[in-house]
């Protein structure tokens, strides 16, 4: 992400968090950053745009954060289950006013890229708890994976509710201890007690995967990388993208090679909505 994006996206926050998104002109936002107007819509092309890219810019930091925990070697399974509910509570105290705005006014643009951003947010946020339930658990708790990750879910929502509408300023830690010992117990009651699974991961994920199946057909998918092509001067990533490009034009494209290039993707802000796109498309496709 450019510096400028950053710095729009920082100040549009801010703005809309206190005044609102439909009370915030483009002027003010120009102002704010101390940018033209024709600045802006070389970032931006409209306010909706805008906020899309905010929506992004969450998913990414809270990504970056997953992955980063994730990555660390001296935290045990359980402990890394603790963090990633510590992390999901502190990101949504620190947006809470911007969450709340968009709760009150409802002005969440339910378009194409929209709908595409938030199904894959919560595809992804699956695939992380599935990972998390294993690691912390083992494999025997792998049957249970989906009904556990809809359970959590809950519990982990009804606690935001109180956040965001009671203003409550909770002990994140203390309260992702307590959850933990909560999950601890349904854990211990399902391979204690072996039930039949009420869910399966597919049938979790398979309205998101039609949702975004259904809104991403292929030729609107190889004009987001076209367009992403346009918008980069990194020589690898240019490869990467003529690569996925050629085969996306084809009748029958080659599914791993898609899948080969999207580990390219990892870690670029700019590729995020696409690698998304990308992942979910060949999630739909045999090989």
Do not use: W
């Not at 359970?151 to 994140?172: A, D, S």
């Amino acid at each position: 992400m450019t510096n400028k994006k950053h710095l729009i996206i920082e100040q549009a926050l801010h703005l809309f968090a206190s005044k609102g998104f439909e009370s915030t002109s483009i002027q003010e936002i120009t102002d704010a950053c101390g940018i033209s107007k024709g600045s802006f819509y070389l970032s931006f092309k409209s306010k909706d745009e805008l906020l899309l890219s905010i929506f992004e810019y969450f998913f990414s930091e809270i990504s970056k954060r997953f992955t980063e925990l994730d990555a660390l070697q001296h935290v045990t399974p359980k402990e890394k289950f603790h963090q990633l509910l510590i992390i999901q509570f502190e990101e949504i105290d620190r947006h809470a006013d911007f969450i709340l705005m968009q709760i009150r006014e409802q002005t969440n643009p339910l378009n194409k890229n929209m709908t595409e951003l938030l199904a894959s947010m919560q595809i992804q946020h699956h695939t992380i708890l599935h990972k998390t339930f294993v690691d912390a658990y083992g494999k025997d708790i792998e049957p249970y994976v989906a009904d556990l990750i809809v359970m959590v879910k809950g519990l982990v929502h009804g606690y935001i509710e109180i956040i965001l509408t009671h203003r409550q300023q909770l002990n994140t830690h203390q309260l992702s201890a307590f959850l933990m010992d909560r999950i601890d117990d349904i854990v211990a009651s399902f391979l204690s007690r072996m039930p039949e699974p009420f869910l399966s991961l597919p049938m979790l994920n398979k309205n998101l995967l039609q949702n975004i199946a259904s809104n991403s057909p292929k030729k609107v998918l190889l004009q987001e990388v076209l367009d992403c092509r346009t918008n980069t001067v990194d020589e690898d990533l240019l490869v990467t993208l003529d690569v996925i490009a050629e085969e996306l034009k084809k009748d029958k494209p080659r599914i791993p090679v898609i899948k080969g290039m999207l580990a390219n993707l990892d870690g670029n802000e700019e590729m995020l909505s696409l690698q998304n796109q990308l992942m979910v498309y060949v999630t739909n496709q045999r090989d």
